[in-house]
């Protein structure tokens, strides 16, 4: 839900801009609000998450030495082996929120942009 509202950002954002500005002020108004917005939106889902399981990982190393002994592996449940490969496996979602994303929420507000810009003439 919260991506379908991302793609709707830069929209929103145009209508506002269009309002008060014009040219190419408006033009680059549009694409930097709308881009870190959007990023902004992703990043913040991604610390939600990430903090939540950083949360429940930190449960499982029970003597707190910062290490996961077997004693330890040996008293987790399901969800908590579950938790772990989440944990270990989070590298992709993490590149992409954080590198990927603003990218990509850029290119997105300058087609946006773009095409606004196209119409209105």
């Known amino acids: 839900m919260a991506i379908l509202f ?9 209508a506002i801009v269009r309002k008060r500005f014009s040219g190419m002020a ?16 992703i ?6 998450h990430h903090w939540s399981l950083e949360q429940q990982i930190a449960l ?33 979602r993490n590149v992409f929120a ?5 990218v990509l929420a850029l290119i997105y507000s300058i087609m946006v942009a773009s095409v606004n810009g196209l119409l209105r003439r």
Request: proline share 3%; charged share 15%.
């Open 6 to 14: 991302a793609l709707l950002i830069p929209l929103i954002t145009t």
């Open 26 to 41: 408006a033009f680059e108004l549009i694409v930097v609000v709308s881009s870190l917005l959007m990023s902004g939106l």
């Open 43 to 48: 990043m913040a889902q991604w610390w939600g």
């Open 60 to 92: 499982l190393d029970r003597d707190g030495d910062g290490f996961w002994s077997a004693a330890e592996k040996a008293t987790w449940t399901e969800q908590d082996h579950q938790n772990m490969a989440a944990y270990m496996g989070d590298g992709g």
């Open 98 to 102: 954080i590198f990927v994303a603003p």
